[in-house]
C-alpha cells in the first residue's frame, strides 16, 4: 500500500527566508506525488504535482519540489518566504490504482 | 474559486441528531469525493462515488451514509452526531479517479463546518 509521511507538523519561518517542507512516500510502483496548499477556512488547492516527467517541478506561487527515488523523497521549496504563504502544506501520493493518500499536512508560519 | 459548491458552510446541532451536507461537483466531473478534517484526526478520506456508483470506502463510521444522484450531486448524511463528529468536512470532485490518480487535479470545495453540542 502507498503511504507518505509529512516529517514535520509545523515549520516557523521568517519572511523572506527559505521554506522547506519534508515529505517522504512509500511506494511498490512508480508513484505520481502532489502537494496541496490550504490557506485558513479554504479548501484544498493543487500546488504541484510530480507525474514521472521532469523530477523537478515547478508549481504556483514560487514554489517547487524534486521527486528523489533514491530517497524516496519529495520535498517542497520555496526560495524566499512570504506572509501569504502562510497555511496548510499537503503531500499526497497515488498508487496503482490512482486512489490518492494524503499526508497529515505541515502548517507553515511566516513571521515578519 | 474551484467550482465545487458545498452547503450549508456552517451547521450547529445537539447530539444525537442528524444532518445532511451537500455537494455540487465542477460542471463535468463525475467523481465525487468526501473527507472529514478535525484537529486530531487531520484530513480522513471518508468515500468516493463514481457516476453514481461508490467506488472506494475510507475511514467512514456506520453512523455515516451517502450517495450520487443522477444530477451528481452528492449528499453526506450524518446521523446519532456524537461530539468527536464536530469537523470541517470536505467534499471534492475530479473528472474521474483515474484522471485525479494521474493528474492530482482533485478539486475541493470551502467546507462545511459542523458543529455538535
Known amino acids: 500500500a502507498q503511504s507518505v509521511t509529512q516529517l514535520d507538523s509545523h515549520v516557523s519561518v521568517s519572511e523572506g527566508t527559505p521554506v522547506l517542507l519534508r515529505c517522504n512516500y512509500s511506494?511498490?510502483?512508480?508513484?505520481?506525488l502532489f502537494w496541496y496548499v490550504q490557506h485558513p477556512n479554504k479548501g484544498l488547492q493543487l500546488l504541484l504535482k510530480?507525474?514521472?516527467?521532469?523530477?523537478l517541478v515547478k508549481g504556483i506561487n514560487g514554489f517547487e519540489a524534486e521527486f528523489k527515488k533514491s530517497e524516496t523523497s519529495f520535498h517542497l521549496t520555496k526560495p524566499s518566504a512570504h506572509m501569504s504563504d502562510a497555511a496548510e502544506y499537503f503531500c499526497?501520493?497515488?498508487?496503482?490504482?490512482?486512489?490518492?493518500?494524503f499526508g497529515a499536512g505541515t502548517r507553515l508560519t511566516v513571521k515578519p | 474559486d474551484s467550482g465545487v459548491t458545498q452547503t450549508p458552510k456552517h451547521l450547529i446541532t445537539a447530539t444525537g441528531q442528524r444532518v445532511t451536507l451537500r455537494c455540487s461537483p465542477r460542471?463535468?466531473?463525475?467523481?465525487v469525493y468526501w473527507y472529514q478534517q478535525s484537529l486530531d484526526q487531520g484530513l480522513q478520506f471518508l468515500i468516493q462515488?463514481?457516476?453514481?456508483?461508490?467506488?472506494a470506502k475510507g475511514n467512514i463510521l456506520e453512523r455515516f451514509s451517502a450517495q450520487q444522484f443522477p444530477d451528481l450531486h452528492s449528499e453526506l448524511n450524518l446521523s446519532s452526531l456524537e461530539l468527536g463528529d464536530s469537523a470541517l468536512y470536505f467534499c471534492?470532485?475530479?473528472?474521474?479517479?483515474?484522471?485525479?490518480?494521474?493528474?492530482?487535479?482533485?478539486?475541493f470545495g470551502e467546507g462545511s463546518r459542523l458543529t455538535v453540542l
Open positions: 511506494s511498490s510502483y512508480s508513484p505520481s
Open positions: 460542471s463535468g466531473d463525475l467523481s
Open positions: 499526497v501520493v497515488s498508487d496503482q490504482d490512482n486512489d490518492m493518500r
Open positions: 462515488y463514481y457516476n453514481g456508483e461508490e467506488r
Open positions: 471534492a470532485s475530479s473528472v474521474a479517479p483515474l484522471w485525479a490518480g494521474i493528474t492530482g487535479e482533485l478539486f
Open positions: 510530480y507525474t514521472s516527467a521532469a523530477t
